[in-house]
């Protein structure tokens, strides 16, 4: 669009009214050759007159022209301000004309000779007949330029490298934290500067936050991939983190281009190293203390605070089970515990914590571990695997507790055998399996095997005391009661809360001595547990072998004729029975007074029987009881003819007995 009066008016030479009309009818492109092929009839005369007239015009235009080509050629922003205001004041002027766009919009020009003193202007836009014009055209204004004025860039807010010298500053007095918000400044300003990242990543590292040190030292290689001071940082924080083989991987890129630190290769290399041979050993199935001491040397190359890799804690539960004792069953749940405070859903976690509890027998606590695991990942091949072990070794160990309370012994035996194949790796379950075995073995009188039981449930488990006490019940009942007694006391010695203990040892003690007397179970041929027809059956069968008058030549038949008449003298009276067979007939009666030098030992209390050489209560009160009357009506007697000083009611063979005025209850003295 061309600006209205930018240009010098020139004046219309035809006033005639004739001459406007025909320019009026005339075409915008050629207005002479229109108004002659219009206007035929016109004469020569007047046609040379209006050529005339044009022609006149078209000079004085030419003359205003070439007197101001210089002011046309300028643009009107480029005039200066002066010129440019009387530019401005003559296009402010009421008759301002048309300009010649709305000419060429309007094709019509009879505005333009509507009057004398109408102004035109040129139409420069306007594609003008060459045949029509004569002399120079009017210039074309410049095309519209504008330089916006230059400025040097505004210089930034901070200076990224006088905030790096400071965070070197900060970095060499130890204060990381200080440092650390320099380098973010200078990062804030140029953000991919790998220099910035790499001192803001050993600031990290410096002050123990190695997990955004990590994320520099990528960002870093990620900018730079060829760095070697880079990478060799990240092959430092992937150490202090744990990932020794990552660390490997790294420090081999570096080698491809520039030299590795052998300080950097040979920590990362150790630390891989150490947990290779942990994974060999629980692999190989070594013992748990192996795996334990490689996991303690890789630890010690971890950043400080770095919490240990949940690989790494995983393979030290596994290792804590494989130990099986006491304390690293404890040690493996505390593992699976940590573990599960950070994700409850943890399948590997609840399984391990499951394991733990079978091993320490609690097997109802473990399936519900084992089904959480799988309710959580139903693929996972450890949960099904040890939910369905734990439910076979159960359903096969409560089927041999139920043989041996029916008194199926054999059975038992059979059963208990069957579950110790389930699982060889229980410790735990296994060792109570042995001695349950042991048990039913015991009743069988199978006192070998019993012993054998015992010996590999200790060495399953050697602090399982009921083990020690069965195996020590084993010994004595196949003879060796002072092995047994033996036993009992180490018990005692390094377990003296062990429940019943003391009157274990007693009991012991007591059998040594009556395996040092004769036994009349022996010389009869029948067992202890023979019924009255049995021990009679006996007796009548080997006093026909061994009577006198049957072996009138053999002096040794005599004596032993007598030794099976007092055996089944004894047998066949219950009460002496009960007296032989619980040891009473063997208690020298000064065991009992020797409190104090003399007197009754109830006089001095019935604290634990100290007064009584260790008598358990219920062994008083058969010997003086004999039948439930007590002291006062059960009778009380004291004989010197033989046998056992403490008779039956009445009083005993050889003794005599105060009549109705003496002591009551039948007190007797000899």
């Known amino acids: 669009m061309v600006l209205p009066g930018i240009f010098k008016p020139?004046?219309?030479?035809?006033?005639?009214?004739?001459?406007?009309?025909?320019?009026?009818?005339?075409?915008?492109?050629?207005?002479?050759?229109?108004?002659?092929?219009?206007?035929?009839?016109?004469?020569?005369?007047?046609?040379?007159?209006?050529?005339?007239?044009?022609?006149?015009?078209?000079?004085?235009?030419s003359r205003s022209s070439s007197k101001n080509t210089s002011a046309a050629d300028i643009h009107p922003l480029n005039l200066p301000p002066d010129e440019r205001e009387k530019r401005r004041s003559a296009m402010s002027v009421p008759s301002d004309p048309p300009t010649p766009m709305d000419i060429d919009q309007d094709g019509d020009t009879s505005s333009a000779a509507s009057s004398p003193q109408s102004i035109v202007y040129p139409d420069t836009n306007a594609n003008v007949d060459d045949t029509d014009t004569e002399g120079p055209t009017s210039p074309v204004p410049p095309p519209h330029r504008f330089k916006p004025p230059t400025s040097p860039p505004p210089a930034p807010a901070l200076d990224p490298e006088a905030c790096k010298v400071l965070g070197n500053k900060f970095f060499k007095n130890q204060d990381y934290v200080k440092a650390i918000a320099e380098y973010t400044k200078a990062l804030s300003v140029e953000p991919q500067s790998v220099t910035y990242l790499s001192n803001r990543s050993a600031a990290f590292m410096s002050a123990n936050r190695f997990e955004e040190a990590l994320a520099d030292a990528k960002q870093g290689q990620d900018i730079e991939p060829q760095n070697a001071k880079v990478l060799s940082r990240l092959a430092r924080i992937y150490v202090n983190l744990g990932r020794p083989a990552d660390a490997v991987d790294v420090l081999n890129h570096i080698s491809t281009f520039d030299t590795v630190s052998p300080a950097d290769r040979s920590l990362a290399t150790s630390m891989q190293s150490h947990i290779?041979?942990?994974?060999?050993?629980?692999?190989?199935?070594?013992?748990?203390?192996?795996?334990?001491?490689?996991?303690?040397?890789?630890?010690?190359?971890?950043?400080?605070?770095?919490?240990?890799?949940?690989?790494?804690?995983?393979?030290?539960?596994?290792?804590?089970?494989?130990?099986?004792?006491?304390?690293?069953?404890?040690?493996?749940?505390?593992?699976?515990?940590?573990?599960?405070?950070?994700?409850?859903?943890?399948?590997?976690?609840?399984?391990?914590?499951?394991?733990?509890?079978?091993?320490?027998?609690?097997n109802d606590k473990a399936l519900q571990h084992f089904r959480e695991a799988l309710n959580c990942d139903p693929d996972y091949k450890d949960g099904v695997k040890y939910l369905r072990l734990v439910q076979k070794l159960e359903r096969m160990k409560e089927e041999g507790n139920t043989a041996f309370k029916t008194g199926k012994w054999r059975q038992a035996v059979d059963l208990y055998g069957q579950a110790l194949e389930v699982d060889p790796t229980n410790k735990g379950i296994n060792s109570k399996l042995y001695q349950n075995r042991a048990m039913a073995s015991i009743k069988l009188k199978d006192y070998k095997s019993a012993i054998s039981d015992c010996d590999r449930a200790i060495a399953l488990d050697s602090s399982y005391m009921k083990a020690r006490k069965t195996r020590a019940r084993a010994m004595g009942e196949s003879g060796s009661w002072e092995d047994a007694v033996r036993e009992y006391k180490a018990i005692a010695e390094s377990n003296p809360s062990e429940p019943g203990i003391q009157k274990e040892i007693h009991n012991a003690e007591l059998e040594v001595k009556k395996s040092k007397r004769k036994d009349y179970y022996k010389l009869l041929g029948v067992e202890k547990d023979a019924s009255e027809s049995e021990i009679k059956k006996a007796y009548r069968k080997l006093a026909i072998v061994h009577h006198p008058d049957k072996n009138p030549d053999d002096a040794s038949?005599?004596?032993?004729?007598?030794?099976?008449?007092?055996?089944?003298?004894?047998?066949?009276?219950?009460?002496?029975?009960?007296?032989?067979?619980?040891?009473?007939?063997?208690?020298?009666?000064?065991?009992?007074?020797?409190?104090?030098?003399?007197?009754?030992?109830?006089?001095?209390?019935?604290?634990?029987?100290?007064?009584?050489?260790?008598?358990?209560?219920?062994?008083?009160?058969?010997?003086?009881?004999?039948?439930?009357?007590?002291?006062?009506?059960?009778?009380?007697?004291?004989?010197?003819?033989?046998?056992?000083?403490?008779?039956?009611?009445?009083?005993?063979?050889?003794?005599?007995?105060?009549?109705?005025?003496?002591?009551?209850?039948?007190?007797s003295f000899g």
């Open 276 to 362: 290779q041979q942990a994974e060999d050993a629980l692999r190989r199935g070594t013992t748990g203390s192996m795996v334990i001491h490689a996991l303690d040397q890789a630890e010690k190359s971890l950043g400080t605070g770095v919490e240990k890799p949940r690989k790494w804690q995983l393979m030290r539960g596994e290792a804590y089970l494989k130990m099986g004792n006491v304390n690293s069953l404890g040690d493996a749940q505390g593992v699976a515990m940590s573990l599960l405070r950070k994700n409850s859903k943890d399948p590997e976690a609840l399984v391990l914590r499951g394991r733990a509890l079978y091993a320490q027998g609690d």
């Open 557 to 667: 038949a005599a004596e032993k004729f007598k030794e099976i008449g007092e055996a089944y003298e004894c047998l066949s009276d219950g009460q002496k029975r009960a007296r032989y067979d619980s040891g009473e007939d063997l208690i020298d009666p000064s065991e009992m007074f020797a409190q104090g030098g003399g007197g009754f030992p109830m006089g001095g209390g019935m604290g634990g029987m100290g007064g009584m050489g260790g008598i358990s209560p219920e062994m008083l009160f058969n010997m003086m009881g004999q039948g439930g009357g007590g002291m006062g009506g059960g009778g009380f007697t004291f004989s010197t003819a033989g046998g056992s000083p403490f008779a039956g009611a009445g009083g005993s063979r050889g003794g005599r007995s105060r009549g109705a005025g003496g002591f009551p209850g039948g007190f």
């Open 10 to 61: 020139r004046k219309n030479s035809e006033p005639d009214s004739k001459k406007t009309s025909k320019h009026r009818e005339a075409s915008p492109l050629s207005p002479s050759r229109a108004s002659l092929s219009k206007s035929p009839n016109k004469s020569p005369t007047k046609s040379l007159k209006e050529s005339d007239l044009r022609s006149r015009q078209r000079t004085s235009a």
